[in-house]
């Protein structure tokens, strides 16, 4: 049955935290993770994957990036441009896609656009970061959900720009791609690769629990926790799935003793 199944586990996971987690440690919650109770796992995009074009898209890529008349512009500008090029017809829906996905659909949220001009970054082998935006919280209900969406940008960097020596620089010149910036949005930090990576599956998984598709949502959900096995969202999420999977007990203790005030 679900009770005793949801008890199992539940036993399982505290004779684990109890054996493998040493005094005021965080467990990483993947370790504590019984993956039986979401089922046969199904196939998951890897994360190199996410990046990657057909050949035809490269080759449409370095015709441009490569082309004599662009030589005087700089290399990460020659991106932006690039990227830019593809956005007068974009439609910025609330889907997460690969960079092929992107440009075939010529749709996608940040995280697709940002997805997108990483791809095309590393054709180009320019420098790249993440940074996570504060902004007016956008929330909406789907289903029996309540969903708030974060939003994420990536700053391509002048590879041009050498670094004096004894200077500490806190900034790096390079240019922001995001759409639709705002001088009401500042910088919440820099998010790491791994962090961004995780993102991506978590949206995956969120998409699958809206679609009642809970034991695809549960393996990506652990996917994203193994990029960021920290990440509250993710931890969060999979609490919510494990609710709604009926494994009350497993709701509860996936949320580490760390987070609960």
């Not at 004599?68 to 020659?78: D, F, L």
């Amino acid at each position: 049955s679900t009770q005793s199944r949801s008890s199992a586990a539940s036993d399982v996971y505290k004779r684990q935290t109890k054996q493998t987690t040493p005094k005021n440690e965080i467990p990483n919650i993947i370790t504590l993770v019984d993956t039986q109770v979401f089922g046969l796992k199904p196939d998951i995009i890897t994360s190199d994957k996410l990046f990657e074009f057909t050949k035809a898209e490269q080759n449409k890529f370095f015709e441009y990036y490569n082309a004599e008349n662009r030589q005087q512009i700089v290399p990460h500008k020659r991106v932006y441009d690039y990227v830019e090029s593809k956005l007068h017809t974009f439609n910025y829906y609330g889907e997460t896609y690969t960079a092929q996905e992107t440009i075939d659909n010529k749709a996608g949220n940040c995280i697709s656009l940002a997805i997108l001009t990483t791809a095309y970054a590393k054709l180009a082998n320019i420098k790249f970061a993440y940074s996570e935006v504060t902004t007016a919280s956008v929330y909406f209900k789907e289903s029996n959900f309540q969903l708030i969406s974060n939003h994420v940008r990536t700053k391509l960097y002048d590879p041009t720009f050498i670094e004096e020596d004894k200077m500490v620089y806190f900034y790096k010149p390079g240019i922001i791609v995001d759409y639709f910036p705002s001088r009401n949005n500042w910088s919440n930090g820099i998010a790491t690769y791994e962090k961004f990576i995780s993102m991506y599956y978590r949206n995956l998984a969120a998409k699958a629990l809206l679609e009642n598709d809970l034991n695809t949502a549960g393996w990506l959900a652990l996917e994203s926790l193994k990029f960021a096995p920290t990440s509250l969202s993710s931890i969060n999420l999979l609490a919510v799935i494990y609710r709604n999977l009926d494994l009350y007990d497993l709701s509860e203790i996936s949320v580490p003793s760390w987070l609960k005030i």
